[in-house]
């Protein structure tokens, strides 16, 4: 058997009707932005792999720094113990991070990275004896399927199996010219509730990269600030140089309390969650009552050939080259979207960073499950591309070693795909 063939008997796949779906395509190795499949097509992994690669396929210093971590010690339990990456790791991202971050807690993956932070939230103002339960999130939000993730996401199809099992969240839109004051005015009425407020800063990845200003969301947390209102920033996908920065917080000036961290932190390599906070925040968990302990870890915390791989993934990432890298990507991309943007079968076209998004004109069928979905997807995958729409939103999210070669070639079958589609 082939081992497609071999997987559908098997394996069971995320985000995936596998009554419906076409075959999972089987590769078998990857270099660079590209992946290979068991006959030797050639794929441009244009959404680095669910967002989560950011230096290419297999690379070399990674995979060395991995093979000689696994030589060495590949996992210790992480109540009592601690070693040499999770130490450094903790101290090299800090020293990057605003200034008021001054602990790292370690999970396994994003959805966990914000489960964390959740619960130090609300712990936080239990331990402070004032007990907090309300969180503000923004509406079309999306910070993962475990379900205190999933429940401060957005309700959709998604999570509508779960809803009535979801904790109460109170949703507001993103912040524009024009409601500004009225968010400031709801956070305010309920201030005194709120355990915090967590959002996904500049770009709403999975709501469809839905983007808004830096300057109104830097006034938005300006006024947190003023009414002490905890804030979550949730990182995962905009970390690492996604928006144009090294993360997304560095487009304004208001310190979040709380920091989260998955995907881009190993380079893709595997799957490890960060969680950073304030010393404040820190200090309420300080006791001698035990009963004020953060009660949360994993298996796998702070594993050291994770831990071994986002330490090679920051040696690339700190490098001059990466940076110069972000700022070619994302002048080719303003480039594609100003030629692009008036195209009668394109209804918006957004741009922040590295990522860059096209909504398809499709009537009324603007869902997830637009049928112009699955058209867009197959007629990529045919022409060596992978881009994954969500629904009739296009988006090209590259691993920095991109080259303007395989940029060209992406832009040009979007081009294409406008007239054929």
């Keep these: 058997m082939s081992l497609t063939e071999r997987d559908l008997k098997v394996i069971w796949h995320p985000y995936t009707q596998m009554k419906t779906a076409a075959p999972p395509i ?19 992994d244009a ?10 396929h297999a690379h070399p210093y990674i995979a060395h720094k991995v093979a000689a971590q696994l030589q060495q010690l590949e996992h210790v339990i992480f109540a009592g113990f601690t ?7 903790a101290e ?14 370690y999970s396994d993956n994003g959805s966990t990275a914000i489960e964390v932070a959740i619960k130090m939230c609300l712990q936080y103002w239990l331990n402070k004896g004032d007990q907090r339960t309300k969180i503000i999130a923004f509406n079309n939000a999306y910070h993962g399927d475990t379900f205190g993730a999933m429940a401060v996401s957005g309700r959709s199809a998604f999570t509508k199996a779960f809803d009535s099992l979801l904790f ?23 201030k005194s509730q709120t355990a915090c407020f967590i959002f996904e800063p500049l770009v709403q990845g999975s709501g469809g990269m839905l983007m808004y200003e830096a300057k109104y969301l830097n006034e938005l947390m300006a006024h947190c600030r003023q009414e ?15 928006t144009g920065k090294r993360f997304a917080c560095d487009h304004v000036t208001v310190q979040p309390d709380i920091m989260c961290f998955s995907k881009g932190l190993t380079g893709g390599t595997m799957a490890l969650g960060l969680t950073t906070c304030t010393q404040h925040i820190y200090d309420a968990f300080l006791s001698d009552d035990k009963l004020k302990t953060l009660f949360h870890g994993h298996s796998f915390t702070a594993n050291p050939i994770a831990c071994a791989s986002a330490l090679a993934s920051m040696d690339l990432f700190m490098e001059p080259a990466t940076m110069a890298n972000i700022q070619r990507i994302e002048a080719k991309h303003e480039q594609f979207a100003a030629k692009i943007q008036h195209h009668p079968k394109i209804k918006a076209v957004r741009q922040t960073g590295t990522i ?25 995958l045919a022409e060596g591309i992978i881009l994954r729409p969500l629904g009739n939103i296009i988006y090209i999210l590259p691993p920095y070693c991109i ?11 979007i081009e294409q795909a406008l007239t054929e589609i």
Excluded at 83 to 89: I, N, S, Y
Excluded at 170 to 181: A, G, L, V
Excluded at 228 to 241: A, H, P, S
């Design 83 to 89: 070693h040499q990456g999770a130490v450094e790791l």
């Design 356 to 380: 860059l998004a096209m909504e398809w004109q499709t009537g009324d069928d603007t869902s997830y499950f637009s049928s112009l979905r699955d058209k867009l997807y197959q007629y990529f």
């Design 168 to 190: 109460e969240v109170e949703f507001i839109d993103t912040p524009n010219e024009n409601n500004i004051q009225n968010l400031k005015s709801q956070i305010s009425d309920l």
């Design 47 to 56: 959404v680095s792999s669910w967002w989560v690669n950011i230096h290419g």
């Design 26 to 44: 089987p590769i078998v190795r990857g270099e660079g932005t590209c992946l290979y499949d068991e006959d030797g097509k050639k794929y441009i």
């Design 228 to 242: 002490n209102v905890l804030m979550i920033d949730d990182e995962v996908f905009t970390g690492f140089g996604r």
């Design 92 to 105: 090299r991202l800090l020293a990057i991070l605003p200034n008021n971050q001054q602990k790292a807690f």
């Design 403 to 413: 080259t303007n070669d395989e940029l060209a070639y992406v832009y040009s079958k």
